[in-house]
Each structure stands twice: as structure tokens, then as C-alpha cells.
């Protein structure tokens, strides 16, 4: 079976300062990566989705970046936060070619103070 | 442009007394809708994907079904534990692998 992975489970920093998140997955290979936000009162917005390693499409400009160095890990950074980036990011996969549900993992809960 | 509305934004139900969720989409060539559960402080937990209008989903207390313009989640006799927030999303065939949500409904079940 597959697992999803991310860490940290929860983030305080300060404006300014550089953020990364990983999200590892297990049990499958070469699965289709997307990082998304949630902010309190919306819905999941897509930020990134990955078809491959090195591979990364954006949905939203902003300070954010995501990289996919090894088939199962996907990693969202920013150089420096913004207090507009505070919120709860998910990680999720879904298997190439189908069938297309996402499965998402536990999330990180971010705080730019 | 994709959009997803549900409604109610929020629902109390006594324990035992069925209710259904509204999904309402507008999409450029629907892919799949897909059903999310999701608990306070967690990532959604994936329910069910319906693909063509007419088609159903059923998982315990939980049947889902799809028109050309939305999609109900039944729950008929709830229970506590299904007290959650409960996601609608739409997947177009032009956009690649991504998944477009609404904002939930956010379901409370009372004893």
C-alpha cells in the first residue's frame, strides 16, 4: 500500500526567513506530485504539480518555488516568507495514467509571524 | 472558468436524520468529480470519483451522485464520526491532472 509523508507538521517563522517543506511518498513509482494551500474560509488552491523528476508545472505566481529531486520527494521552498503564505499545505499523489483521485498527505500547518 | 459551489456552508444534523450535501459545478468537459472528507487539522481523505451523470457511489452511510450540472452527498442516518468537513472537487479534461475544489460544507452531527 501507499504512504505519504510530511514534515514538519507544523511551522512558526518569522517574515522574512526561507522556508522548505518535503513530502516523501511510499509504495509507488513515478506518481504524480502536487503541493496545494488552504487557507481558513477557501478552498485548496493548486500551487504545484509534478509529472516527473525535475519536472514542475506552476498554477499560481508567487515568492513560492517546488522542486522534485528523486521520483517520490517533492519539496516546496521560498526564499523569503511573506505573511500572505501563512496556511495549512498539503502534499498529494496520484497515480500516472490513472485512475486520477489524489491522495493527500497530513499536512503542514505554517505560521509567518 | 472552472467553479465549484457547495452548499450549505454548514449543516447541524441530530444523530439518525438524513440529510444530503450540494455540489454545483461548471467545468469545461467534465473529467471526474471526486468527494473528500476531511477532520480538523488533517489532510482530506479521499471518498469517491463519479465520471458520468447518472452514476452512483455508496460507502457505508455515504452515496454520491452525479448530474450534468452537480453532484449530492447523501448521508442517511449519520452518526457522530461523521461529523467532518466534506469536499467537492472538479477535474477537467483540459487541465491537466488538477483537481479543483470547493470550499466544503462543514458537517456536524449531534448525539
Known amino acids: 500500500s501507499q504512504t505519504i509523508h510530511q514534515w514538519p507538521a507544523t511551522l512558526v517563522q518569522p517574515v522574512g526567513s526561507p522556508l522548505s517543506l518535503e513530502c516523501t511518498v511510499e509504495?509507488?513509482?513515478?506518481?504524480?506530485l502536487y503541493w496545494y494551500r488552504q487557507a481558513a474560509g477557501r478552498g485548496l488552491q493548486l500551487l504545484f504539480y509534478?509529472?516527473?523528476?525535475?519536472?514542475i508545472s506552476s498554477e499560481v505566481p508567487q515568492n513560492l518555488s517546488a522542486s522534485r529531486p528523486q521520483d517520490r520527494q517533492f519539496i516546496l521552498s521560498s526564499k523569503k516568507l511573506l505573511l500572505s503564505d501563512s496556511g495549512f499545505y498539503l502534499c498529494?499523489?496520484?497515480?500516472?495514467?490513472?485512475?486520477?483521485?489524489?491522495?493527500f498527505g497530513p499536512g503542514t500547518r505554517l505560521t509567518v509571524t | 472558468e472552472d467553479q465549484v459551489t457547495q452548499s450549505p456552508e454548514a449543516l447541524r444534523l441530530q444523530e439518525g436524520e438524513s440529510s444530503s450535501l450540494n455540489c454545483s459545478y461548471t467545468v469545461s468537459g467534465l473529467r471526474g468529480l471526486f468527494w473528500y472528507r476531511q477532520d480538523p487539522g488533517k489532510g482530506p481523505e479521499f471518498l469517491f470519483t463519479?465520471?458520468?451523470a447518472g452514476e452512483e457511489k455508496e460507502k457505508e452511510r455515504l452515496k454520491a451522485t452525479l448530474t450534468k450540472k452537480e453532484s449530492f452527498l447523501h448521508i442517511t442516518a449519520p452518526k457522530p464520526e461523521d461529523s467532518a468537513t466534506y469536499l467537492c472537487?472538479?477535474?477537467?479534461?483540459?487541465?491537466?491532472?488538477?483537481?479543483?475544489f470547493g470550499t466544503g460544507t462543514r458537517l456536524t452531527v449531534i448525539p
Open positions: 472537487a472538479v477535474q477537467a479534461w483540459t487541465g491537466a491532472n488538477n483537481l479543483f
Open positions: 509504495g509507488t513509482s513515478n506518481p504524480n
Open positions: 498529494a499523489w496520484s497515480f500516472a495514467g490513472g485512475p486520477d483521485e489524489q491522495y
Open positions: 463519479l465520471y458520468s
Open positions: 509534478s509529472v516527473g523528476i525535475g519536472q
